[in-house]
T-cell receptor
Framework: ETGVTQTPRHLVMGMTNKKSLKCEQH?????MYWYKQSAKKPLELMFV???????ENNSVPSRFSPECPNSSHLFLHLHTLQPEDSALYLC?????????????FGQGTRLTVV | KQEVTQIPAALSVPEGENLVLNCSFT??????LQWFRQDPGKGLTSLLL?????REQTSGRLNASLDKSSGRSTLYIAASQPGDSATYLC????????FGAGTTVTVRA
C-alpha cells in the first residue's frame, strides 16, 4: 500500500478510442504529477498540479489531457493516441511542490496502444 | 537541464555481498535527492530522501551519501539478499525531480 492508487493497472486501447487513467492519493498531499516511462528511457515528467492548478506542462501533445478536480484525485484523459504512446504511466504526489518534500508513486498503468 | 547518470547500468552479485550504486548529476543546485526502487512493471518505491544540507541518510541496510558540490550520490546496500533484486533510481530535485536510467541489480541466491 503506497498511499497512491492508480487504475486501471493495464489498458489496451485502439488509436481511435477515448479512455482515462485515474490516480488517487490518501496522503493529504497538495501536489500531484503524471510521468511517462517508456522502455529503455528515463522517466519523463508530463504534468504537475499544485493545489489543483496545473503549474507545469512539459510540451505534452494535446491528445493527453490532465484533470485535477480536487487535491486527492488526478486524471489523464487519452484520445487518438499513437502506438509510440505505449508506456507505463506513473502518478506521484508530494506534500507540496517545492524543496524538502518526498514524492510517492503509484503502481502505474501499463498502456498499450494498438 | 539536469542530466543524471547512474553507473553501473547493471550489476549481478552473489547473496551477502555489499552493493555500491553510483549517481552523478550535472546541476549541483539541488534541494534534495531521492533514491527509489522499481520492480519490473511496477511503480517506484521511495527508499531514502537526503536533504541538500545532509551528507548521508540511513535506513536499515541502506545508506545513501550526498556530495552536492561534486554532483554525486552513492547508495550502499549491505549484505544483499535476493529480494533486493530490482532497478534503483536516483532523482535529484532542483525545480523538479530528474531521473537517471537506473541501475538494475540482480542478487543471486
Amino acid at each position: 500500500e503506497t498511499g497512491v492508487t492508480q487504475t486501471p493497472r493495464h489498458l489496451v486501447m485502439g488509436m481511435t478510442n477515448k479512455k482515462s487513467l485515474k490516480c488517487e492519493q490518501h496522503l493529504g498531499h497538495n501536489a500531484m504529477y503524471w510521468y511517462k516511462q517508456s522502455a529503455k528511457k528515463p522517466l519523463e515528467l508530463m504534468f504537475v498540479y499544485s493545489l489543483e492548478e496545473r503549474v507545469e506542462n512539459n510540451s505534452v501533445p494535446s491528445r493527453f489531457s490532465p484533470e485535477c478536480p480536487n487535491s486527492s484525485h488526478l486524471f489523464l484523459h487519452l484520445h487518438t493516441l499513437q502506438p509510440e504512446d505505449s508506456a507505463l504511466y506513473l502518478c506521484a504526489s508530494s506534500r507540496e511542490r517545492g524543496a524538502n518534500t518526498e514524492a510517492f508513486f503509484g503502481q502505474g498503468t501499463r498502456l498499450t496502444v494498438v | 537541464k539536469q542530466e543524471v547518470t547512474q553507473i553501473p547500468a547493471a550489476l549481478s552479485v552473489p547473496e551477502g555481498e555489499n552493493l555500491v550504486l553510483n549517481c552523478s548529476f550535472t546541476d549541483s543546485a539541488i534541494y534534495n535527492l531521492q533514491w527509489f526502487r522499481q520492480d519490473p512493471g511496477k511503480g517506484l518505491t521511495s527508499l531514502l530522501l537526503i536533504q541538500s544540507s545532509q551528507r548521508e541518510q540511513t535506513s536499515g541496510r541502506l545508506n545513501a551519501s550526498l556530495d552536492k558540490s561534486s554532483g554525486r550520490s552513492t547508495l550502499y546496500i549491505a549484505a544483499s539478499q535476493p529480494g533486493d533484486s530490482a532497478t534503483y533510481l536516483c532523482a535529484p530535485y532542483s525545480h523538479k525531480l530528474s531521473f537517471g536510467a537506473g541501475t538494475t541489480v540482480t542478487v543471486r541466491a
